[in-house]
């Protein structure tokens, strides 16, 4: 069952680069330019006493954006109360709307109130005649210990 295993090795294969050719590369013809103005050349002492010498660079400036065309003053204005007016409408609009909900919450709180506490009225007319509430007296037995009491 246990028999040992064999590995098989392969023969070593080595693969060698294959060269690539170089294509022609042919340099862009030079143009002498002339420079508009030879800039000046700038000397730094440093505080340590050390002399810097060079060309003075301007910095890069950012290309200028597109300019905006000018809105006049009062158009803004205009703009703004027209935006300010619908707002005013659309609050008391609002505002109605709720004052009409609130008004119909609290008279339906008044009629709920008043049906409940209509009920408990006509519970009580209408109850038990026998037994109205309240402490019940046997006025047979209080006259009698009236009498025993005083006598």
Known sequence: MNEPTTHHTAPLVVHQPTPITPTTVHP???VPIQPGHVPAVASVVLPDGRIVTGYAVAPAQPEPLATKPAVSRTAVNVALGGVGFLAVCGGLLLLTSFIAALTAFITQL????????GGWIAAQVFGASGHRGGTTVNIRKAVIKRNHFHS
């Open 28 to 30: 862009a013809p030079m």
């Open 110 to 117: 008044i009629i709920l109130a008043a049906v409940i506490f």
